[in-house]
């Protein structure tokens, strides 16, 4: 007789002080995309794991942010957790935190996947789980300022394990600090605020999965003068060329429409592209398939006239 696998039990608890630390970096940040590392300890006891976040760790001052995008600043969070870990010898580095709240996009995104079941499959990887507690929108309530969700990855295991807010726990206890790091740190200047846009955008999220797939040369940047997102980049056509495109949101437009533009001067296609300063797209991905499809249909009519 067989005997399935007992499905693992998760309990999170996370220190009150540890949780407002994410809140901020949002409030500091809410057009980029931003995050930090999760420390604490846990124990693992026949399938049971009961976490306990008691830090956090700044995502440092050279992190990389766009509103798709986030990478932290691996050799700063390293001193301080060092420094931590001087203290509190039974500190551990238990996942990762970042936030969707600025795109609107409701859960892990694809790349985010990718990247935890690689890492807690690490060999260096120091423990058998990895946590990754996610910022999905901010509260118009406030309490609490933003709402969260919680996912467990296990090595060895295909599973994404969505820890329930049944299972989670905020706790009034001391949150642990690097103190000689703190304490020895020159005043900083606050973080730059960033430019102020809409609301969050749910396409954003899908458009750069779509792109970093299919058009990776196709970059997300922000535009200083009007904080609109856009996408720049070449864009491959069926004659082996390749055109410069820009597809940007109309941060004016409460209905999120995008346009598109190129610098292509092919006189071929000259016809097409003077429709497209009026059009208008519901996503910056189905703006640059229409001109793709619109370009190289013009350069196949072209060469077989």
Same mark, same amino acid.
């Given at each position: 007789?067989?005997?399935?696998?007992?499905?693992?039990?998760?309990?999170?608890?996370?220190?009150?002080?540890?949780?407002?630390?994410?809140?901020?970096?949002?409030?500091?940040?809410?057009?980029?995309?931003?995050?930090?590392? =999760?420390?604490?300890?846990?124990?693992?006891?026949?399938?049971?794991?009961?976490?306990?976040?008691?830090?956090? =760790?700044?995502?440092?001052?050279?992190?990389?942010?766009?509103?798709?995008?986030?990478?932290?600043?691996?050799?700063?969070?390293?001193?301080?957790?060092?420094?931590?870990?001087?203290?509190?010898?039974?500190?551990?580095?238990?996942?990762?935190?970042?936030?969707?709240?600025?795109?609107?996009?409701?859960?892990?995104?694809?790349?985010?996947?990718?990247?935890?079941?690689?890492?807690?499959?690490?060999?260096?990887?120091?423990?058998?789980?990895?946590?990754?507690?996610?910022?999905?929108?901010?509260? &118009?309530?406030?309490?609490?300022?933003?709402?969260?969700?919680?996912?467990?990855?296990?090595?060895?295991?295909?599973?994404?394990?969505?820890?329930?807010?049944?299972?989670?726990?905020?706790?009034?206890?001391?949150?642990?600090?690097?103190?000689?790091?703190?304490?020895?740190?020159?005043?900083?200047?606050?973080?730059?605020?960033?430019?102020?846009?809409?609301?969050?955008?749910?396409?954003?999220?899908?458009?750069?999965?779509?792109?970093?797939?299919?058009?990776?040369?196709?970059?997300?940047?922000?535009?200083?003068?009007?904080?609109?997102?856009?996408?720049?980049?070449?864009?491959?056509?069926?004659?082996?060329?390749?055109?410069?495109?820009?597809?940007?949101?109309?941060?004016?437009?409460?209905?999120?429409?995008?346009?598109?533009?190129?610098?292509?001067?092919?006189?071929?296609?000259?016809?097409?592209?003077?429709?497209?300063?009026? &059009?208008?797209?519901?996503?910056?991905?189905?703006?640059?398939?229409?001109?793709?499809?619109?370009?190289?249909?013009?350069?196949?009519?072209?060469?077989?006239?």
């Amino acid at each position: 007789m067989l005997f399935r696998a007992k499905k693992p039990v998760f309990s999170i608890a996370i220190a009150r002080g540890a949780l407002e630390a994410v809140f901020d970096e949002c409030d500091r940040y809410d057009v980029d995309e931003t995050g930090g590392r =999760l420390l604490g300890t846990y124990r693992h006891d026949q399938g049971r794991y009961d976490i306990e976040v008691k830090s956090v =760790l700044e995502p440092g001052p050279n992190a990389q942010r766009t509103p798709t995008y986030f990478l932290q600043d691996g050799d700063h969070q390293e001193k301080l957790f060092r420094a931590l870990e001087a203290s509190h010898p039974d500190i551990e580095h238990l996942g990762n935190w970042h936030t969707h709240h600025v795109n609107g996009y409701p859960t892990l995104s694809g790349g985010d996947k990718q990247t935890y079941f690689k890492t807690v499959n690490h060999e260096k990887h120091n423990t058998d789980f990895f946590y990754a507690l996610l910022v999905t929108s901010k509260n &118009r309530g406030g309490d609490p300022r933003y709402a969260v969700k919680h996912f467990i990855f296990r090595r060895g295991d295909e599973t994404i394990y969505e820890v329930l807010a049944n299972d989670v726990r905020v706790v009034d206890t001391p949150v642990l600090r690097p103190r000689t790091i703190i304490e020895s740190a020159e005043p900083r200047d606050p973080p730059p605020q960033p430019p102020q846009t809409c609301a969050a955008n749910p396409e954003r999220a899908k458009d750069q999965e779509f792109f970093a797939e299919f058009y990776p040369g196709l970059k997300a940047l922000l535009s200083a003068g009007t904080g609109a997102l856009y996408w720049k980049g070449p864009l491959p056509l069926v004659d082996g060329s390749r055109v410069d495109v820009v597809t940007m949101e109309d941060p004016d437009d409460k209905m999120r429409s995008y346009s598109i533009a190129t610098s292509c001067k092919k006189p071929v296609i000259a016809d097409v592209l003077t429709q497209y300063p009026a &059009r208008k797209f519901r996503s910056a991905r189905h703006a640059v398939l229409q001109l793709e499809r619109d370009l190289n249909e013009a350069l196949y009519r072209g060469k077989m006239g």
